[in-house]
């Protein structure tokens, strides 16, 4: 039905202070409290390209939590068996995290978001026999947008591997600018994530992480010493306690 969506994201409440490491010696972030952020968080241009082959993805669908170890050792094996396809595949997952990437960011900025960046998601939609796809229904601009979801009939698969971030995508992008998405306040962080604090006003993509290292830097800030300066650096404490009692006798 247009304007509802089923499946919501399952990773909603799950924990989100996670670090994951594959055998591929990658570090995956699961931090973002969404599936999709969490795929979009992989290419963060100030954290580096945490994709950069198909053994990454494997890894990515891994440590979120999309396939068990023994699935993972399968689709290792597939890029032997079928390398065209996980190129294609591969190709599909680059070129759609880079547009969630850039949607999330124009929602965390309550920006318009582009049909370049929304393309992507509707096309990964497309593996179920029918499936829902992403129409603007206002907006214009430089205004917000809002986007509505519409049944459509099945045109053509991708690899099922891609399908459960492109709903949890779709998800975000129906809630529109009320999404209560964030960009780290670390500037030399810039991970997205979604804020289910009760304040609303959750600041940090982790406080193990970016939280703490600024708690660390503004108590340093507090208690540093200013270097003494002009006669204050020559001046000794007893200069000053003689200097104070030949004033009282002069009194």
């Known amino acids: 039905m247009p304007g509802s969506i089923s499946r ?20 995956f972030l699961i931090l973002g409290g ?17 994709l950069g082959d198909w053994s990454d993805l494997v890894g990515f669908l891994l440590a979120a939590g999309l ?5 993972s050792i399968g689709l290792e094996q597939l890029e032997k068996d079928s390398p065209e396809g996980t190129r294609e595949t591969m190709r ?23 049909h370049v960046w929304v393309d992507p998601i509707n096309l990964i939609l497309r ?12 907006g214009g601009g430089r205004s917000p947008s809002r986007w509505a979801l519409q049944f459509v009939a099945r045109e053509h698969a991708l690899e099922w591997l891609l399908a459960a971030i492109a709903r949890s995508a779709a998800e975000i992008i129906f809630e529109g600018p009320e999404a209560p998405l964030r ?30 290292r600024h708690k660390v830097a503004e108590h340093a800030k507090r208690t540093a010493q200013p270097p003494p300066t002009g006669n204050d650096a020559t001046e000794s404490p007893g200069d000053n306690f003689v200097l104070s009692r030949s004033f009282h006798k002069l009194r």
Not at 8 to 27: G, L, M
Not at 67 to 71: L, M
Not at 128 to 138: A, K, Q, R
Request: glycine share 6%; aromatic share 4%.
């Open 34 to 50: 969404r599936l999709s952020i969490d795929f979009a968080n992989t290419g963060s241009n100030r954290r580096g390209e945490n």
């Open 92 to 114: 599909a997952a680059l070129e759609m995290r880079d547009s969630l990437r850039s949607a999330f960011q124009a929602i965390a900025a309550r920006k318009r978001v582009d």
């Open 183 to 212: 960009i780290c306040a670390n500037p030399e962080c810039g991970l997205l994530f979604y804020d289910t604090s009760r304040t609303g006003k959750r600041r940090w993509c982790s406080m193990a992480v970016c939280g703490n």
């Open 8 to 27: 919501k994201d399952k990773r909603a409440a799950a924990p989100i202070n996670s670090i994951a490491v594959h055998p591929s010696k990658k570090q």
């Open 67 to 71: 396939i068990d170890k023994d699935r």
């Open 127 to 138: 593996l179920t026999d029918g499936h829902d796809e992403l129409l603007e229904v206002s």
